[in-house]
């Protein structure tokens, strides 16, 4: 039986569920999140509880997930996820225009991502990009794709990195006489 999939998911104030057979619909203050799961697993809501079981054991790993993935569903229509982007290297830089981030990456070009929808990017400082949106994946994909545009090289650092990813450094070349 799976640890994680086994325990109940509180629904908190101003939070509304909807469950019908296996598709989850989350309402709640920042936005309506809707996915369906696979048949094996059994979700039922009890008074502000929300339960996950299954019908046969050797699915134990799609009861936690499923779990999971419902529980990520409430935190994100009630708080909402971000992740943090940093930007180095000389000359590097982000810029906020209308709906979409301008970035400055030592290309001959400057690269423009779009705002999707469900995500808000936002540009506090030159260096830092923060997605913010109410779901997950979604969340983490558009970081991902970001981050895509310059991947932090590892003898100087420069390039799109997480807020607290550590770069493991090289050492340059010896260089020198023979």
Avoid at 40 to 52: D, S
Avoid at 118 to 125: D, R, S
């Amino acid at each position: 039986m799976s640890r994680i999939g086994k325990n109940p998911i509180e629904i908190p104030a101003g939070v509304e569920v909807k469950i019908e057979g296996n598709t989850v619909t989350v309402k709640g203050p920042k936005g309506t999140l809707t996915e369906t799961f696979l048949d094996c697993v059994n979700i039922a809501q009890e008074e502000n509880q929300i339960k996950v079981s299954i019908d046969n054991e050797s699915h134990g790993n799609i009861h936690g997930l499923t779990r999971t993935l419902i529980n990520n569903m409430v935190i994100g229509v009630t708080q909402g996820f971000e992740k943090t982007l940093e930007v180095n290297g000389i000359g590097y830089r982000a810029q906020k225009q209308g709906k979409k981030v301008v970035l400055t990456l030592g290309y001959s070009h400057p690269v423009e991502v779009e705002e999707i929808e469900g995500i808000t990017l936002e540009v506090p400082n030159p260096n830092t990009i923060v997605v913010k949106g109410i779901d997950k994946q979604l969340v983490g994909q558009v970081a991902a794709n970001i981050r895509e545009k310059r991947l932090p090289e590892p003898y100087k650092g420069k390039g799109i990195k997480y807020a607290g990813e550590r770069i493991k450094r090289k050492e340059g070349k010896a260089g020198g006489k023979k």
